[in-house]
């Protein structure tokens, strides 16, 4: 079979359209077409059938895009293998990152890499929800995203999903709220308080929607801002409350905002890198999951002692 056929065929998994993966390869859609129909007639099998003015996989091209997978991944082994023979990873690595995480970890995993001179690392910052991510691993080396912890995973039938860390979610306050003096916040004490969320889809409004699934407390929001920096501002202006994570979030020492955790249930979301498996074999593309890595385990690190310090003295 013809590498660049499956090639175009992977594509259309991931891409889902012939448009996006003309427009991703650089060809037209008819070439396309063309492309898919020879690998077609190559194999003796149907592999696309007509779903409303596109096309889509049918039960044989979906088992063949996954093997395809295999195909392209040992091919982009043996250019790593003689890669591996240069003094440093080398090339371009494009990764996207939903915004937060950028604010976290960016700054600090661009200085990681600067040693290695060989790297091109591209970040860009992009506002993804989960059902988004599959999508970006098509176009991304490497996607950083986050989802709710009790949502369902990220599939790894086509993808390899590296956990890079977990981040609590905590009620954020202005400084002179009436719950600020309390330790910790009871879902009962939230209940008529206006809260600043973000559109629904996103990993925090999920965390909000499951808190309101499993109390029976339904959140009144009256603002959905997916920019945190905005958000922020906004509580700290006394407009509202909203569930913000720990580790990204600029309360400035509590002079800014007040941050306080739930009581009876536990608010976080996972934050993970998705990869196709092909773009992992390439060293310059494992370099800069090292570095994501490394820089999420120095993040995460302090709360790791702070509760290892709370069980001691318990």
């Not at 492309?35 to 696309?48: F, I, P």
């Not at 996954?66 to 023979?85: F, I, K, N, P, Q």
């Not at 661009?110 to 860009?124: D, Q, T, V, Y």
């Not at 090292?290 to 709360?303: F, H, W």
């Amino acid at each position: 079979m013809d590498v660049r056929r499956l090639r175009v065929l992977r594509e259309l998994a991931d891409r889902g359209s012939v448009a996006a993966v003309a427009d991703a390869l650089s060809f037209t859609p008819s070439a396309i077409s063309q492309q898919l129909r020879a690998l077609q007639r190559e194999v003796g099998v149907v592999l696309t059938e007509p779903a409303g003015r596109g096309l889509r996989l049918t039960e044989a091209g979906l088992a063949l895009a996954g093997h395809a997978d295999s195909v392209l991944a040992a091919l982009a082994e043996a250019e790593a293998a003689v890669e591996r023979y240069r003094s440093e990873p080398t090339g371009v690595v494009r990764v996207a990152m939903f915004q937060s995480a950028a604010r976290l970890l960016l700054a600090p995993v661009l200085h990681r890499l600067g040693g290695l001179a060989g790297i091109e690392a591209r970040f860009s910052d992009v506002d993804m929800t989960p059902a988004e991510v599959p999508g970006l691993a098509a176009g991304f080396d490497l996607v950083v995203a986050h989802r709710d912890e009790h949502a369902p995973p990220f599939a790894t039938d086509r993808w390899e999903v590296t956990h890079l860390l977990r981040e609590p979610l905590d009620v954020a306050l202005p400084p002179g709220h009436r719950l600020a003096r309390h330790p910790r916040l009871r879902l009962v004490d939230l209940t008529d308080e206006p809260w600043i969320s973000v559109q629904e889809g996103f990993p925090v409004d999920d965390v909000l929607r499951s808190i309101a699934l499993r109390t029976g407390t339904q959140p009144r929001i009256v603002q959905r801002i997916n920019d945190f920096g905005v958000t922020e501002e906004l509580v700290a202006a006394g407009l509202g409350i909203a569930l913000l994570p720990r580790y990204s979030t600029d309360d400035r020492g509590g002079r800014r905002l007040v941050r306080r955790p739930l009581a009876e249930v536990r608010a976080a979301r996972l934050v993970e890198a998705v990869a196709r498996r092909s773009a992992l074999v390439r060293p310059a593309v494992r370099a800069v999951l090292d570095a994501l890595r490394a820089e999420a385990d120095q993040v995460a690190e302090p709360a790791r002692v702070t509760a290892q310090a709370s069980e001691g003295h318990g």
